[in-house]
């Protein structure tokens, strides 16, 4: 299974360029079955600051799972194609 997270948008203050809110999306892929996750993280000023402009995706892709349980969120993801390969429920009708 592959997991990729990316960040979607970033919410900042027009005044210093302090991102308030990482909106971001990780999604897993195993074979044709896929699952995915959107979610927001807020942050408030720090004792450190990067530019707005300065900023890499991969830095606040730090910060985001810095402040989320990046395990469970992918074992979720897993858990979700682990149905898919193998459902436990259908729907339909016998005719």
Do not use: C
Request: hydrophobic share 40%.
């Amino acid at each position: 299974m592959t997991t990729t997270w990316k960040i979607a948008q970033l919410d900042r203050q027009t005044s210093d360029g302090l991102v308030t809110t990482a909106h971001y999306t990780v999604n897993a892929v195993d074979g044709d079955y896929s699952a995915g996750s959107y979610g927001t993280v807020g942050f408030e000023r720090g004792d450190t600051f990067i530019a707005y402009e300065s900023l890499t995706e991969a830095q606040v892709i730090a910060w985001v799972k810095d402040k989320l349980e990046v395990a469970e969120i992918e074992a979720s993801l897993a858990a979700q194609i682990a149905l898919q390969k193998a459902p436990v429920t259908a729907t339909g009708v016998p005719w």
